[in-house]
């Protein structure tokens, strides 16, 4: 029986967008859609992508379109529409402008596909899925933010380069919310399973800790204008891969949480099993004092942000 080819809308076609879209038409993943709200954008970079299916040797279309429409029936909607972070500016500075763009693409892109799983990627992260939550009126399990996986390799590429191991060697955990509230665990970061704090001095730690908390702006700093994209990118297709193709990875990601980690009604990144249900499970771990008052005062951030949006609706 021929099994029907997997889609994925991609919203805006900026940076991010397009660079996801490529990851997942070149890495065999499904077929996209990408959409925009500047006419022509979407339509000339999905051209230029479909124009090098040849030469990369895969066959899934790319399409460009500013309808809604062309969106029709896709399983995963990745959303990246909205302004990206200047020098100087704060993710929350994007807060309302960002959360009246999301409202508007999620509810364009829920009412096509009703059945799709919402991967959100606009900042301030947290804040922006608790947008697409109740823009699309989903489940839970099918609205999650993509931030941990980014954060965590960012720690993990400083942790290889500082001790001169493969990156594939190591692995990190970064909880909380995307920003300054990011709370990475390096007891729960391992090289080939041996624990970080056996492998390196705890100031050394300290100084990638808060390297991988600056990452998104030492970034934006060295660009002078845009933010960073191959990375977000690449952890976007990660957990595209992940849902479609069922694989229950483990992964940091932004979910709403109802009780777990002791935080209710929140938007917080903690590690959930990521397979074709979305959300499978959110993994629950022991934390010290210092980490979890660090995981409420991450979640609390997020609370003032949720707040604003209440207050100034958009
Ligand atoms: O870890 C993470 N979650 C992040 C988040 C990592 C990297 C980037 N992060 C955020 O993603 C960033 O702060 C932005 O909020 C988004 C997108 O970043 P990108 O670098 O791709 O921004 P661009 O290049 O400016 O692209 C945004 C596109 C652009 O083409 C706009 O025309 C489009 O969004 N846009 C819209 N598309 C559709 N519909 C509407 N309404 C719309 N408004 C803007």
């Given at each position: 029986m021929p099994v029907s080819r997997r889609k994925v809308t991609v919203i805006g076609a900026g940076n991010v967008g397009a660079t996801t879209a490529q990851r997942i038409a070149e890495g065999g993943l499904a077929d996209v859609c990408l959409i925009d709200v500047v006419e022509g954008l979407p339509q000339g970079k999905a051209l230029d992508l479909a124009e090098s299916s040849p030469v990369q040797g895969h066959d899934h279309a790319i399409v460009g379109t500013n309808?809604?429409?062309?969106?029709?029936?896709?399983?995963i909607v990745v959303v990246t529409a909205g302004l990206a972070r200047q020098p100087?500016?704060?993710?929350?500075?994007?807060l309302l402008k960002n959360a009246g763009i999301v409202r508007t693409v999620v509810a364009n892109a829920a009412a096509h596909s009703p059945n799709a799983i919402l991967i959100v990627v606009t900042n301030p992260l947290d804040a922006m899925v608790h947008v697409a939550l109740s823009a699309s009126g989903?489940?839970?399990?099918?609205v999650i933010g993509m931030a941990g996986v980014l954060d965590s390799a960012r720690f993990r590429t400083f942790i290889a380069e500082e001790l001169d191991?493969?990156?594939?060697d190591v692995s990190a955990f970064v909880l909380g919310?995307?920003?300054?509230t990011m709370v990475p665990l390096p007891r729960f970061s391992t090289v080939a399973g041996i624990p970080l704090p056996e492998l390196m001095k705890p100031d050394r730690i300290e100084a990638l800790v808060a390297r991988t908390r600056n990452g998104g702006a030492e970034i934006v700093a060295l660009l002078k204008s845009g933010s960073a994209f191959y990375a977000p990118a690449a952890s976007v297709a990660q957990m595209v891969d992940a849902i479609l193709n069922d694989r229950k990875r483990v992964l940091p990601c932004a979910v709403l949480l109802a009780?777990?980690?002791?935080?209710?009604?929140l938007v917080v990144g903690v590690p959930i099993v990521l397979g074709s249900n979305g959300v499978e499970r959110i993994i629950e771990i022991s934390l010290t004092g210092e980490e979890q008052a660090a995981l409420l005062a991450s979640a609390e951030s997020v609370r003032v942000l949720v707040e604003t949006m209440a207050k100034q609706p958009v």
């Open positions: 309808d809604y429409a062309d969106t029709a029936g896709s399983d100087g500016m704060s993710r929350d500075d994007l989903f489940p839970k399990n099918r191991v493969s990156a594939a919310g995307h920003g300054d009780g777990e980690y002791k935080v209710d009604g």
